[in-house]
């Protein structure tokens, strides 16, 4: 019996073995590794690490829109929008039963967010503060914090007219949640882990991405379970990477309404 995917016509992306799976997580997450501990310090002075290491992190974030578009070229010959889009499941979400898009299922998207919001604002506090109580060695250094930037009146106060760092954070924002971790893991890995990881293969591609932030490893368990349950369940589920996109969003999205208005 043909499978949703084969009933829906879809052409299928090449599956990974384990071996190449894990050769793309360290082409993502080495760099970014380098660029957070070694390439930023360097370039930083002590009043304004968090900027530039936001900076610095970018580089990265750029490296894997780019890493994903040679891959994407090598696997299907051809850069349209329609093969990125099809390749990367970022078309209407699909039934999991059919394979067949359906408008409707977009109405997932309103509990998937509730999800997200709900970890970030109740769970991902206690668990990272548990989790570096553990690994004290892991704790995030004084100065790399982005919310120190808007801790106190003082520092809210020096974003006044801070055009270049809004656009820095706005290109930082899209890499990040959009074109580079996103397209990255929710893309081009998950669709492709099938072979290697079956059924679960949305646990480990969730897995992978918490893995994959060795620049902030103080974070590295929210960003596991949060990658599991908020981001690779739901774009599994409906084939569809536009979930992860949204979930992985809204965090960025609310720091960039907030910068806005203080560089304003």
């Not at 990658?227 to 809204?250: D, E, K, N």
């Amino acid at each position: 019996m043909p499978s949703a995917e084969q009933r829906a016509g879809d052409v299928e992306p090449a599956q990974y073995r384990v071996s190449t799976v894990l050769l793309v997580w360290a082409a993502a997450a080495l760099p970014m590794g380098v660029l957070g501990w070694v390439v930023a310090p360097a370039l930083a002075g002590s009043e304004h690490a968090a900027i530039v290491r936001l900076a610095t992190l970018t580089v990265g974030l750029v490296w894997q829109a780019a890493l994903v578009l040679i891959l994407l070229r090598r696997e299907a010959g051809t850069l349209s929008w329609k093969t990125i889009a099809r390749r990367l499941w970022l078309g209407a979400p699909r039934s999991p039963t059919t394979g067949q898009p359906q408008a409707r299922l977009w109405w997932w998207l309103v509990p998937a967010l509730v999800a997200v919001a709900v970890f970030d604002l109740v769970l991902a506090g206690p668990i990272g503060r548990a989790w570096v109580a553990l690994l004290p060695m892991l704790a995030e250094p004084p100065g790399f914090s982005m919310t120190g930037l808007l801790a106190t009146p003082e520092a809210r106060a020096q974003l006044h007219g801070e055009w270049s760092f809004l656009a820095v954070f706005f290109v930082q924002a899209i890499f990040n949640t959009v074109i580079g971790e996103e397209m990255l893991f929710r893309g081009l890995l998950l669709p492709r882990m099938a072979r290697a990881f079956g059924k679960w293969d949305w646990v480990a591609n969730g897995l992978l991405f918490g893995l994959y932030h060795l620049h902030q490893p103080w974070g590295m368990v929210n960003s596991a379970l949060k990658g599991v349950l908020c981001l690779a369940l739901p774009s599994r589920r409906f084939r569809c990477a536009w979930f992860g996109i949204a979930a992985h969003s809204g965090q960025s999205a609310y720091l960039l309404i907030l910068i806005t208005a203080l560089v304003l």
